[in-house]
């Protein structure tokens, strides 16, 4: 595969980021990820200098990075730095440091353009973006207003990062609101009303894992999590009591460990964005700055229709013999996926993985698939698609795949009888064809007359076995058809 490894520091005021990535396309994979939490903003509102202590940390960090990326050949490298780099006084100094470190340039991104890389990186993520992106660090917070995954106004940036607003930390919480709401008074792009916030940030992906453990959610997957504003004031109740009660503090500790402290205040700020954008519904993403950064640098156009495919054999790295076969797969379940209405990217994505576990132990594959497919770092799938894949992959290799029961309330049993649908279509096509792209290509289904027919080229007539035509039974019986073999 010809594909690209690029790099990113992300110098911002809370972290000092390196993240490899191996790029294919439009597509995105992480390869390495490294932070250090340099908190270069802190004191910074006090003093307008950055932290003397962070400065030390960070320097240390990039020459530190600057040695990993030599061992690992990675050349094309992108260092950027933030919000307290941006404002403070001896910023320029600290970066002329970092770029004897590195031996490289360091760009000093404005607050619109840190909006606009953070806001394409969600783009790389999620599927149809639609509405605000809101990224908020140790210092600032981004916003940028998308339709259709494109920016309709200039970006904004407002100081309300935990590192920037420290003078609110001791006030009762309706004065806390108070002072955040005043600070977003003069925002243009919150009046313009929106039906999604697309929430950025490790603080806000705090707040998010902080209410799956209130709520007991079982996917532990923070890309694409939804939030309703009840569910944010959720938390925001439960951190405000865990202050008094030393039983919830040390739950609250336990998940959100080093931003324990900034928990509070990042859930009352996206409390305030999610009412004065009169949104039904924050979702969380786990791309932003650094993808945005990534695609920003690729100077080929892509097609976004690719992407998928493209992480898929990123993640993969199948043989062309294994790519071609899941392509064929793609075509064979294609009239099963248009009567069950199936998206084309759930069904590749089921295609690709379908065959992973050949090469793993026989009695354990249902399961290890089933994880597999689940905790992928997909782009564009949500959590019911995830589900969907998994429950459709574990499906080719048992007939009797049974969804855990925490996961089973996350998906509707149509859902699961459609994914055992996609899953038995699979398993016929495996038998069938040996798993070969050649053979398959001469086989076809057809839904007709109440009858599920596999249509057979002559010169494979030998190649259709008992477990083939029970296989197809199997797949008729779940459709509620007859099953049938021509051969043409």
Known sequence: MDFRRLAVIDIGSNTCRLVIYDVLGVALLQSFNEKAMAGLGRGLPETGMLSKE???????????????????????????????????????????????????????LSGPDEGRLSASGVVTGLHE?????????????????????????KGETHLLGPLAFTDADDKPLDKRRKAIKQTLKSSKILTSKTEKLYAVGGAWRNVAAVHMELVGYP??????????????????DTADFARLDKVTRSRLQRVAKRRYGTLLHTAIVLEALMKLAVTKEVIISANGLREGVVIDALSEAQAVESQLQDFLRLYLRP???????ANELVRFCEPISKVLSISKSVVTAACYLADSGSRMHPDHRPKLVYDQALQAPYPKLGHADRLFVAHACASRYTFKHVIPDALKKLQSEADQKNARILGTALR????????????????ALRLEDQELILQVGQAERNLVSETGKRRLDQLAGLLGLTAKIEFS
Do not use: N, W
């Open 54 to 108: 962070g400065r030390v940390i960070a320097l240390e960090a990039c020459r530190r990075y600057a040695a990993i990326l030599k061992g690992l050949g990675v050349s094309e490298i992108y260092p950027v730095a933030t919000a307290a780099v941006r404002v403070a006084s001896d910023g320029v100094d600290f970066v002329k440091d970092v770029e004897k470190s590195l031996g490289r340039p360091v760009q000093v």
């Open 129 to 153: 973006v639609d509405g605000i992106v809101a990224d908020l660090g140790g210092s600032s917070l981004e916003l940028q207003s998308l339709r259709g995954g494109t920016p309709r106004q």
């Open 219 to 236: 996917l532990h997957i923070l890309q694409g999590y939804k939030m309703t504003a009840s569910d944010v004031r959720e938390v925001i």
């Open 319 to 325: 043989s062309f013999a294994a790519e071609t076969y």
């Open 428 to 443: 016929l096509a495996g038998v069938f064809s040996g798993r070969s792209a050649s053979i398959l290509a001469h086989a």
